[in-house]
């Protein structure tokens, strides 16, 4: 069957897609790589006619032209679900919010929740069959879709066509209008790692085994791990990541990974986004060892578990004496979101021989003067990520530390032993001075 006449009928310049915007609207853009451009250009332009218009989208790689219209946010407000350094930034201007979330809920969020006047997504072109693919990020895309009133596709010929999975495309019967664009997609290269990102990562590694299934986040210190698993002798791996690495790419070529001991999704990586550079967005295109979901199978809690020895690895910001780790916020200040790290330290714990390991540099320096990220309590402000009885392993450059089922006095001490040794005496008299810490401790 041809849908050649159908795609004619929808097929719209950018500039007449977005008339059906009006004032008040709550829009949404995409996610992560797979945002609009041309019709983010086109809104843009209809500022002066447009009022209290708000949009949400998850880690922007683009500054939104919007918002750059826009720079008092008296037309847009702009809105973003896990901040990138870009939504940082705009954040610290005021012209960006953030939207709290455990993010293996967000597609609930909006099927019971969430309004949206008009969904905007980037996808591939129309297959045979009538069907647009989300590309490297299906996320929340189809939950979105089903609430949209309006419904607007951004075809762009450079998006990988990542198979599902289930949710990882839309037919040309459910959608009202389509624009086509041609950009690159953002380039993300993964980067060597540090020295203290390797040396972090050289206490994680002898804790993984053949047949163990792996979740790396964002950052340097994960990627890290990622090759050096490329380069060790561990056999019949499996990937269940929130999302797809480029240092996974070289775990497969390496042959590392097969998911031949996986219960879900066996023999298959299972993912529900990407970043990378071409290396990665080549490798996913139409690669039947892949399977792109929807977040809220991804990172289930209850989905994880179903794999044994599930190792889940992430970073955070700071954490304190007892163990609350703050993985997104300076302060008061928004740096990123809660993300996938609650969902995967719950997830692999639970998970038979699973591990959960959130790692960070012991300091970090501001202006000239170091400063611990373990610290005797949160800075005020700071947002819980991980509540302190969900974590497992914490790691620095100094040594690794399991702290469930320690008391408070027992997880100082293990704190305090891998904090930087510079500010442990320090740390000591603090402990001191929380009540959380014996004469016995070492």
């Known amino acids: 069957m041809s849908y050649s006449g159908e795609y004619q009928k929808k097929l719209v310049t950018p500039e007449e897609a977005v ?3 009006k004032s008040g609207d709550w829009v949404d853009y995409g996610a992560f790589a797979g945002q609009v451009v041309a019709l983010d250009k ?14 949400r989208a998850v880690t922007a790689l683009r500054a939104p032209e919007v918002v750059k219209a826009d720079p008092e946010a008296k037309h847009f407000i702009y809105n973003n679900w896990h901040f990138s350094g870009i939504d940082r930034k705009l954040h610290d201007k005021g012209l960006c919010y953030h939207i709290p979330l455990l993010y293996h809920e967000l597609p609930g969020y909006y099927r019971r929740f969430a309004d949206v006047d008009v969904a ?4 591939t072109p129309i297959d045979e069959h009538g069907f647009f693919n989300f590309g490297p990020q299906v996320s929340h895309a189809k939950a979105t879709c089903e609430k949209s009133k309006v419904i607007i596709l951004e075809v762009n010929p450079n998006i990988p066509r990542c198979l599902g999975g289930k949710e990882e495309s839309i037919h040309i019967s459910q959608v009202d209008y389509i624009v086509e664009s041609n950009w690159t997609l953002p380039q993300i290269p993964s980067g060597a790692p540090t020295e203290i990102e390797s040396k972090i990562a050289s206490y994680i590694m002898p804790e993984l085994e ?6 790396l986040g964002i950052g340097g210190m994960p990627n890290a791990v990622g090759q050096m698993i490329a380069q060790s002798d561990l056999n019949n791996l499996g990937l269940h ?12 070529e390496s042959g590392r990974v097969t998911g031949a001991n996986k219960t879900t999704d066996r023999y298959k990586i299972a993912y529900t986004f990407a970043f990378g550079t071409q290396k990665t967005y080549n490798f996913l295109n139409n690669n039947p060892m892949c399977a792109i979901y929807p977040v809220d199978y991804v990172n289930d809690p209850f989905i994880i578990a179903q ?4 190792i889940s690895i992430n970073n955070c910001i700071e954490v304190d004496l007892t163990g609350q780790v703050c993985s997104e916020s300076s302060g008061t200040r928004q740096i990123s979101g809660t993300g996938g790290q609650f969902d995967f330290a719950f997830g692999s714990y639970r998970s038979k021989g699973g591990k959960s390991f959130i790692a960070m540099e012991s300091t970090f320096k501001k202006g000239d003067e170091l400063r611990s990220r373990i610290k005797p309590s949160l800075t005020p402000g700071a947002i819980v990520t991980t509540h302190r009885a969900i974590v497992h392993y914490l790691v620095t450059e100094y040594g690794i530390v399991n702290l469930k089922g320690k008391s408070t006095w027992e997880r100082a001490e293990a704190l305090i032993s891998i904090a930087h040794p510079n500010v442990r005496e320090d740390l000591i008299k603090e402990a001191e001075n929380l009540g959380i810490w014996r004469r016995s401790n070492k």
């Open 42 to 55: 086109a809104l843009a332009a209809r500022k002066e006619e447009l009022f209290d218009v708000k949009i």
């Open 19 to 21: 008339r059906v915007v």
């Open 210 to 215: 053949d047949g163990s299934c792996i979740q």
């Open 307 to 310: 794999n044994e020895k599930v």
């Open 241 to 252: 990541s929130e999302m797809f690495t480029e240092s996974m790419v070289d775990m497969v």
């Open 120 to 123: 905007m997504l980037p996808v």
